[in-house]
């Protein structure tokens, strides 16, 4: 993992073309945002924390992500073993930890939010992610994998936010 990520140092600014790339990449990638998900943007952390709060939250494209790291955690497993995964696992854990949990709590300063728990369900989403990101790549499949680009959006300095309402939505 590059020292010089960004970690949500563009979260609330317009999506770059190059940001959109990684968006169609994740969504062409991903099997059940690829036909009917489109494309949205957040712009604000109060928008971002209506979302994550949001009753209506669609759960199926979380359930399948989940599904889809169980999947990669037993093909990484394979390769490695348990025990040389969860070490693996665990460098990238503590190298990233207190840097996205630091950016996050900037970026949310310098908006001028002080709210604990969103923060934490930012570094919480960038650090899952980085896992995710991980097991593709040990279990060889990285390069296009949707982990793989969602977690380019992280360290570019977005935060994906997931599907609400019909939209894969990125602060």
């Known amino acids: 993992m590059p020292a010089a990520a960004a970690w949500f140092s563009r979260v609330g600014l317009p999506l770059t073309p190059s940001d959109r790339a990684e ?3 994740l969504l062409r990638g991903h099997r059940l ?3 009917a998900a ?7 952390w109060a928008e ?3 979302i994550v709060r949001a009753a209506d939250w ?4 979380w ?9 990669l955690w ?3 497993a394979e390769r490695l073993g348990e025990n040389a995964l969860l070490g693996k696992l665990s460098e990238i854990a503590d190298a990233l930890t207190q840097s996205v949990r630091d950016a996050a709590g900037t970026a949310a300063a310098h908006a001028g939010v002080a709210d604990g728990a969103l923060i934490r369900a930012a570094s ?13 790549s040990i279990a060889l499949e990285g390069g296009t994998h949707f982990f793989t680009h969602k977690f380019a959006l992280f360290k570019n300095g977005r935060w994906p936010l997931g599907l609400h309402l019909g939209r894969y939505v990125v602060f």
């Open 124 to 136: 919480g989403a960038a650090l899952l992610a980085a896992q995710q990101s991980a097991l593709a």
């Open 33 to 35: 945002l690829a036909e």
């Open 38 to 44: 489109e494309m949205g943007e957040v712009d604000s």
């Open 58 to 61: 669609d759960g199926s494209w």
């Open 74 to 76: 037993m093909c990484a």
């Open 48 to 50: 971002a924390s209506s």
């Open 23 to 25: 968006v169609v990449a």
């Open 63 to 71: 359930d399948d992500e989940e599904a889809e790291r169980e999947r």
